[in-house]
């Protein structure tokens, strides 16, 4: 089994930054990938990045290319989000998630996850 407590979401004005954490226990190996979606009201969840096993491979959804960031403390089972020029549309509750292959294969679907953090609430005004 394995748990995941997301923490730093919150209100922002656009252009502002926010940090996103998600802390992973349970049985947790390095070798997984972990990644963040979001969803918005009234939206599917969509996926935002994904960071692989050992290796560090990174992948986006192109709307956060060059704002977004994702890094990983594999020492402390542990993936960050770093949001930066913040816009509007990026308004909703992203969500944490891990999966047992570390590999970075058709990770934009989200029933190939395998564990779910309980979201963290993300608004930006405009």
């Known amino acids: 089994q394995v748990q995941l407590v997301e923490s730093g979401g919150g209100l922002v004005q656009a252009g502002g930054s926010l940090k996103l954490s998600c802390a992973a226990s349970g049985r947790v190996f390095s070798y997984y990938a972990m990644g963040w979606f979001r969803q918005a009201p009234g939206k599917e969840r969509e996926f935002v990045a994904a960071?692989?096993?050992?290796?560090?491979?990174?992948i986006y959804t192109d709307s956060v290319k060059g704002r977004f960031t994702i890094s990983r403390d594999y020492a402390k089972n542990t993936v960050y989000l770093q949001m930066n020029s913040l816009k509007p549309e990026d308004t909703a509750v992203y969500y944490c998630?891990?999966?047992?292959?570390?590999?970075?294969?058709?990770?934009?679907?989200?029933?190939?996850?395998?564990?779910w953090g309980q979201g963290t609430q993300v608004t930006v005004s405009s």
């Open positions: 998630a891990i999966r047992f292959s570390g590999m970075l294969v058709r990770v934009t679907i989200a029933n190939n996850w395998d564990y």
């Open positions: 960071i692989s096993g050992p290796g560090g491979s990174t």
